[in-house]
Structure formats: structure tokens, C-alpha cells
């Protein structure tokens, strides 16, 4: 196995995996309830992908955050920013603890990531449509440079209503990057309700296969079919992979699950306890 490729998970490691992502879940419902606002249904949508990556797919080293041979992940979706930063602190980036102080005056945890300010933070996202092209020239770089890493990008769908994520789309085909592995949270749901009504982009697999993409379907909270479509997405030599992961907007705490009200809501301290719980855990709080 070469360093660029993806060890085929066990069962063992899944259940590893599974966990993680459980605690994650956790942690961003603390974290927005502690910050009294935030972005929930979208950050618990893209938890399992994010688990996955920083805990067997990439790699990255908490201890030197800035190897230039390191992955990276962008992500183009900058307000999901709870999912990334619980995945970066359970990953030892940064204490736990701070996670609670999310979107409070002096926190380096701002409502969107600080590349600036955040260890294990690979570019400062928030303006939607962004993270595609930001991967792509990150990717282009490594390959003048003659590296082997992987840029890992995680794009919403409603994000794809920016025009820039369709002419990111062109570049990443016309310069080959197969070094680009993006996902696409395909939660149905965005602030003013679900994509189809909002704007629809029709057939996402076949759109972005019209524009040279390698496209793989999955059930993005499947951690096998995960593994599977990033191994895939490894050995195409010839050109970027999108992964559309099917999800559910606030996975894992049944009362947000597939609401759009959830989108950009923290929820209260009785309905945060009621999360955690349903998550397995209790939690008094503050």
C-alpha cells in the first residue's frame, strides 16, 4: 500500500468510527447551545463524512498541523463550522473545552472557520460557492510541486446555486485534478426550505458528470459505503471525483432530522438535553 491510499476498514475500526461520530454529534449540540446560534441541521448532516476523513482517510498530524505533504479538507460549507471543529478537537487539534466556546467574543471558534486562528483549519470559508476553487488551486499547486496529497472538499447543495462551484467545476476537469475529492451534502434542505423548490439543479450525478467529473452515489451516513467510494475516488487517475452523499439534515436527533428550521437554529437548553439524550448521553450543562 502506497502513502496515498486508503486502508480498507474492519469492523472493529467502524465501530471505532461510529463512535466518534456519535461524540461529535454531541459535542456541536453542546457547542450551540453554549452559543445560543449556530448551524445545526447541516453540521450533524456532514458528521459521519468528517469522522471518516480526519479519523482513517487522511493524513494529518495534530502535533504539525502545517506539514506541507499533509491532506487537507475544505470546507466550502463554512457555516457547518461546529462539524469541523469537533472533528479537529476530538482529533487533538485543539482542547474539547473549547469547543464550548463557540461564536463568543476573544474565541478563535468563529461562526465560520479562521484558517488564521484554528489549528488543523486549511482555508477560511464562509462565502459560499469558495471552498471548490480553493481546492482546486490547492490541488494544482501539490501536483507543480510534485506531492502526493489529497484535497478533500465538502460542498453543500444548496451551495451549488453559486455559480462559481459550476466554473470550479470546469477548471478541476480541464487541469486533471484527480487529486480532488469532494462531497457533496445532499441533505435536500437549506434556509428557505428544500432545493428542489428553492432552485433546482435537476440530476446531480448526471450534471456533474457532464462536466468530466467521476461521480459515486452513496448513503453519506454509511461509513462502508464511504470507505468504498473514497478508495474508488483514489485509484481514478484521470480526472476530479464528486461523492454525492445522500444524507439527513440533523442526523441523529430525531426532532431536527429533515426540517429546514433547523438549517441556522441553536436549540434551546431543554431541547439540547432532550438532543443529547437521544444521543446517548446526559448532559446538565453550564
Given amino acids: 500500500m ?13 465501530e471505532e468510527l461510529s463512535e466518534i461520530a ?3 454529534r454531541v459535542w456541536i449540540i453542546k457547542s450551540l447551545t453554549e452559543s445560543k446560534s449556530g448551524h445545526p441541521g447541516g453540521s450533524l448532516s456532514s458528521c459521519d463524512i468528517l469522522t471518516y476523513l480526519y ?13 506541507p505533504d499533509r491532506d487537507r479538507l475544505i470546507l466550502s460549507k463554512g457555516h457547518c463550522a461546529p462539524a469541523l471543529y469537533t472533528s479537529l478537537a476530538l482529533k487533538g487539534f485543539f482542547p474539547k473545552e473549547d469547543l464550548l466556546s463557540l ?24 462565502s459560499l460557492g469558495q471552498g471548490l476553487s480553493i481546492a482546486n488551486g490547492i490541488a494544482l499547486a501539490g501536483k507543480l510541486d510534485g506531492k502526493d496529497y489529497t484535497v478533500y472538499s465538502i460542498i453543500g447543495d444548496g451551495e451549488t446555486e453559486e455559480g462559481q462551484i459550476w466554473e470550479a467545476a470546469m477548471t478541476a476537469v480541464h ?13 435536500h434542505l437549506q434556509i428557505d426550505g428544500r432545493i428542489e423548490d428553492v432552485k433546482s439543479n435537476g440530476n446531480f450525478a448526471n450534471r456533474f458528470k457532464s462536466f468530466g467529473w467521476h461521480v459515486i452515489e452513496i448513503d453519506g451516513h454509511d461509513l462502508h459505503a464511504i470507505d468504498e467510494a473514497v478508495r474508488a475516488a483514489k485509484r481514478e ?20 432530522e429533515g426540517i429546514a428550521d433547523w438549517h441556522g437554529k441553536a436549540p434551546s437548553k431543554d431541547q439540547a438535553l432532550e438532543a443529547i439524550q437521544l444521543l446517548g448521553e446526559k448532559w446538565e450543562g453550564n
Fill in 2 to 14: 502506497t502513502d496515498n491510499e486508503v486502508e480498507i476498514m474492519d469492523d472493529k475500526k467502524i
Fill in 22 to 24: 456519535r461524540q461529535s
Fill in 55 to 67: 479519523f482513517h482517510a487522511m493524513n494529518v498530524d495534530p502535533q504539525n498541523p502545517h506539514d
Fill in 103 to 126: 461564536r463568543k467574543l476573544g474565541s478563535k471558534l468563529q461562526g465560520h472557520p479562521d484558517a488564521r486562528k484554528v489549528p488543523g483549519v486549511d482555508a477560511s470559508t464562509g
Fill in 175 to 187: 487541469y486533471q485534478l484527480d487529486n480532488v475529492i469532494a462531497f457533496l451534502d445532499y441533505n
Fill in 237 to 256: 487517475k484521470e480526472a476530479p471525483t464528486m461523492i454525492i452523499a445522500h444524507t439527513i439534515k440533523g442526523k441523529g436527533v430525531k426532532f431536527m
